[in-house]
């Protein structure tokens, strides 16, 4: 049996340290280590060599390997991992004033099956661990340089068909001896998992919870949303209140704007009616056109689906489009990988 020290709590590896026979604060010594970004067990100076080559022996401290990096003109930077097994993943490192941000991947494909998006061609491989989706954070902050104070789970995957190493994931990064970024600077995005929402939740994290809407129409959002057919509307919508309920926190949404399909002033209407009463902000995308029939709306149907907002005073903005010029869409970079096609 081999532990991926990526995977583990603080509190695993020191139970991990006592069970091999040394006292349990090393354990927080060898976490340290770790995020400090050391690439062999022989960094680790303050911890015996006898007991360096014991942890060499059952444990593994392994990043996902750079297979290919694009840098956007706007300093967006793309990669695409490879995994110990040979799967291929992505990432974005986006540059803000407030610092850096992270988007992450946390399944090898994903099964949501959503129309639009490109990782769902061909379904989920499998989950990532939470070593694995650590491991993207360590793996650019290292070839960058920098250091990364910002997480969006908006990457390949849906977080919440992958929960646990998520919220394992999320635990190791948050840890002070470690990565150390607090819970209020990570975004989970789900395309609506209800009863993991409600799940979410009961943990009372104090991260934002963003749900990815696209159509307040059950039908519709069906057709693009199979997800939808499970959980529709009125059951998310209920789901939701219950976590603001729980957390306080207020709610993102989500919401690609496709041309002539989903962004008239009666979509935005029908949607303030849907999350009426509720504290939430919503994240206005143009569609990113990964897959056919999916175009990006006009200038002015954005700006009137926005102004039907500010009418109501409800917060809705804009995202700014980073990283325009590198095949942006979330698994297009993979897909050339696979294919052997050159950027
Ligand atoms: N599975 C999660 C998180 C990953 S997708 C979710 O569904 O929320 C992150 C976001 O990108 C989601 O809001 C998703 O709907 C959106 N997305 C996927 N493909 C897109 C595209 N082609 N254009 C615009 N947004 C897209």
Known sequence: MTYDLYSLTKKEIAELVSSLG???YRGKQIFTWVYRGVTSF???TDVSKAFRSKLAEVCTMELPRIERKQVSVDGTVKYAFRLS???????????YHHGNTICLSTQAG??????????AIGGKTRDLTAGEIIGQIMAAQRDLNCRIGNVVLM?????????ENVLRFMEIANDVDGINIGYRHFTLSTCGLC???ELLGQKQLPITLSVSVHSPFDEERSEMMPVNKKYPLAKL???????QEATGRRISIEYALIRDKNDSAAHAAAL????????YHVNVIPVNPAREGFVKSSKENVRRFLDCFAKKNIPATMRRELGADISAACGQLRHQVQTGKKS
Do not use: H, W
């Not at 994903?110 to 990782?119: E, K, L, S, V």
């Not at 990457?155 to 929960?163: K, R, S, W, Y």
């Not at 919508?237 to 976590?243: F, I, M």
């Open 155 to 163: 990457g390949m995957g849906e977080p919440l068909d992958n929960m």
């Open 110 to 119: 994903c099964n949501m099956g959503c129309r639009f998006c490109a990782t």
């Open 85 to 95: 097994d040979g799967e291929v993943i992505e990432s974005v490192v986006m540059v």
């Open 22 to 24: 040394e006292k349990p």
């Open 195 to 197: 009863d993991k929402i």
């Open 237 to 243: 919508v209920a789901s939701l209140k219950k976590y």
């Open 42 to 44: 022989d960094e680790m």
């Open 272 to 279: 303030m009616n849907l999350f009426a009463g509720m504290q």
